[in-house]
């Protein structure tokens, strides 16, 4: 029987909500063992005074599989 956990991460990109997610992925990789899976729960984009999207982000809740 395996045991997971989720955590939240939040994320962002000056490109897209998709490079935000990429970026969020590649850093769970890097910080939790047994990534499985990632649900996006809420995007936002950050405006500047001119109307502009500055940045995009995403804040996911990311699974993954704690060891024996």
């Known amino acids: ?3 997971a956990r989720v955590t939240e991460i939040k994320a962002s ?3 897209s909500f998709d490079d935000a997610v990429r970026k969020g992925i590649q ?3 890097e910080t939790l063992q047994n ?3 990632a649900w996006i729960q809420d995007q936002e ?3 500047n ?3 502009e999207i500055d940045e995009y982000r995403v804040l ?3 699974t993954f599989v704690l060891k024996d």
């Open 27 to 29: 850093r769970a990789n």
């Open 1 to 3: 029987m395996s045991v």
């Open 49 to 51: 005074k001119k109307g």
């Open 13 to 15: 990109s000056e490109k």
């Open 60 to 62: 996911m809740k990311v």
């Open 35 to 37: 990534v499985k899976s």
């Open 45 to 47: 984009v950050k405006i």
